[in-house]
């Protein structure tokens, strides 16, 4: 069992961030995995980033748990969507507020749109903030095209090709994630 923090990269009304976050969710804790959701939309210290954790005096107790969460987290996904050709500014807003939790970790990156293409200029714009943060993204990324026929109202998938997909993305995000751990029981280079 590992733990896995899933970031929802959306506060827009009517989001789909929230229904693919659950979704990939659901499909770690099946394997039997331990995963945390974070939603800015939860998380009044997330909403605007005007400073990092690591930088804020008295943080709130609600502040103070993301940041064990997130120390304590094997590996992270990062839920967006994409706008203009890119990723989210929430997504890039919840994951600024954190830095060293990070290291020598990794991240599964989904994305989606209402398009065809399913944010896959999103999972590549995103690919090397993850780098910068220590933890990269492993190769495949998870894309979610028309997203709003893949998901009913209630967040039921109604596109069951969707689920060999979140399979390959899962087993490789695993094995990264094992990987790294073993790594580290090693030692960082810092």
């Not at 748990?65 to 996904?77: F, I, K, P």
């Amino acid at each position: 069992m590992v733990k896995i923090t899933v970031f929802v990269g959306s506060i827009r009304e009517g989001r789909s961030g929230r229904k693919v976050a659950d979704w990939v969710a659901r499909g770690m804790q099946a394997r039997g995995h331990e995963v945390h959701v974070i939603d800015p939309l939860e998380h009044e210290d997330m909403r605007l980033l005007d400073h990092m954790y690591k930088s804020v005096a008295n943080p709130s107790e609600d502040f103070q748990a993301l940041q064990r969460t997130v120390a304590e987290s094997d590996g992270y996904v990062a839920v967006t969507p994409e706008y203009n050709h890119s990723f989210s500014g929430a997504i890039k807003n919840a994951l600024d507020v954190f830095l060293e939790e990070y290291a020598f970790k990794c991240f599964g990156i989904v994305t989606y749109s209402a398009g065809s293409m399913g944010g896959i200029r999103a999972a590549e714009a995103l690919r090397g903030v993850t780098a910068e943060l220590g933890a990269p993204a492993i190769p495949t990324s998870l894309a979610i095209s028309k997203v709003g026929s893949v998901f009913d109202d209630e967040g039921d998938l109604l596109d069951e090709n969707y689920e060999k997909r979140l399979a390959k993305f899962l087993d490789e995000l695993e094995w990264f994630v094992a990987a790294l751990a073993a790594k580290r029981q090693q030692g960082t280079p810092y």
